[in-house]
C-alpha cells in the first residue's frame, strides 16, 4: 500500500509568483485536505477536497485554490505569492465513508520559501 | 469553534524519565482528540486518539494519554522516553458530530537529553 507523496520537497520562490504543490492519496482514499504549517506553529487547515469538489476551507485567501482529479490526487495553488506564505504546506489523505471521523494520513509535506 | 491550547513550547528531559506532554481543549460541543508526532523534515505521524470509550488511551512507542471532560483535557504520557522520541507533539481535536476539520495545538518539541 503506497502513503501520501508528494512534490516538490522544497521550493523557492519570489514574491508576486504562483506555485503549485502536488499530492497523491493513499491508495483507496478519496479525499484530500491541505494544511499550512508555519514556523513554530501548529498545521492550519486551507480546504479539502472529496470527489473532485471543494469540500471545506479553512480562512485563507481566494488566492489559493486547489484541484482534485478523478484518481484523488491534488494541486494546491497559490496565487501572488507573499513572505508570509513560506511554510511547510501538509496534504493528507482519507477515505469518507459516511461515519463523522475519517483518519487522515499525512504526507512528508512541501517546504515553500518566498523570497 | 473549538481551540486547542499546549501549554509548554518546550519540554526537556533525560533519558528513561518519565514524562507528560500537557493539552487542554475548548469547544461547546463534544469533541473527538489527537496526539500527532512529527520528526523533523517529515509529517505528522498520529500517536493515539479518543473517539469514545475508556477515557484512558493507549498509543504507539509505549505513549497514553487520558481524557478528562471536566476539566477539558488531554494530556500525554510516557513512563520512559528514549532519545528517538526527541519530536515536535500535537494535540489536535475534531467535532464528533456534522462537518469539521482537524484544528491543531501550537506543538511541544520535545528535547531527550542522555
Known amino acids: 500500500e503506497t502513503g501520501v507523496t508528494q512534490s516538490p520537497t522544497h521550493l523557492i520562490k519570489t514574491r508576486g509568483q504562483q506555485v503549485t504543490l502536488r499530492c497523491s492519496s493513499q491508495s483507496g482514499h478519496n479525499t484530500v485536505s491541505w494544511y499550512q504549517q508555519a514556523l513554530g506553529q501548529g498545521p492550519q487547515f486551507i480546504f479539502q477536497y472529496y470527489r473532485e469538489e471543494e469540500n471545506g476551507r479553512g480562512n485563507f485567501p481566494p488566492r489559493f485554490s486547489g484541484l482534485q482529479f478523478p484518481n484523488y490526487s491534488s494541486e494546491l495553488n497559490v496565487n501572488a505569492l507573499e513572505l508570509d506564505d513560506s511554510a511547510l504546506y501538509l496534504c493528507a489523505s482519507s477515505l469518507t465513508s459516511g461515519g463523522v471521523y475519517n483518519e487522515q494520513f499525512f504526507g512528508p509535506g512541501t517546504r515553500l520559501t518566498v523570497l | 469553534a473549538q481551540s486547542v491550547t499546549q501549554l509548554d513550547s518546550q519540554v526537556p528531559v533525560f533519558e528513561e524519565a518519565p514524562v507528560e506532554l500537557r493539552c487542554n481543549y475548548s469547544s461547546s460541543v463534544s469533541v473527538y482528540l489527537f496526539w500527532y508526532v512529527q520528526y523533523p523534515n517529515q509529517g505528522l505521524q498520529l500517536l493515539l486518539k479518543?473517539?469514545?470509550?475508556?477515557?484512558l488511551v493507549k498509543g504507539i512507542n509505549g505513549f497514553e494519554a487520558e481524557f478528562n471532560k471536566s476539566q477539558t483535557s488531554f494530556h500525554l504520557r510516557k513512563p520512559s522516553v528514549h532519545i528517538s522520541d526527541t519530536a515536535e507533539y500535537f494535540c489536535?481535536?475534531?467535532?464528533?458530530?456534522?462537518?469539521?476539520?482537524?484544528?491543531f495545538g501550537k506543538g511541544t518539541m520535545l528535547l531527550v537529553s542522555p
Open positions: 479518543y473517539l469514545s470509550g475508556s477515557t
Open positions: 489536535a481535536v475534531i467535532l464528533n458530530s456534522g462537518y469539521s476539520t482537524l484544528t
